[in-house]
């Protein structure tokens, strides 16, 4: 009986280690997993951003060409037709 209780006991011991263990590889799993997420957001985000930036960029050179283009002109017609 004292046999099979130590023997039991040390099931017990052993499969609580084990478990032990999994839980442990299972969170650090989890760690990485989100970590790797966390970055791939952080990229997106960074493109994004680019991307909005640029195309801001690109409508501020197109508004002053135009802007510079529409004042060219009318300082034209002033010297021209003055």
Known sequence: ?????????AQYE???RDTAVEERERRERLRKQAAVRERTRRVEKV?????M?????????????????????????LVVGG
Not at 1 to 9: G, K, P, T, V
Not at 47 to 51: A, F, M, N, Q
Not at 57 to 65: E, G, K, M, S, W
């Open 1 to 9: 009986m004292a046999l099979r209780m130590r023997q039991s006991l």
């Open 14 to 16: 052993a499969e609580f």
């Open 47 to 51: 493109h994004k951003h680019g991307t």
């Open 53 to 77: 930036r640029f195309v801001a960029l690109v409508f501020a050179i197109l508004l002053t060409a135009v802007v510079v283009t529409v004042v060219m002109f009318q300082t034209l017609a």
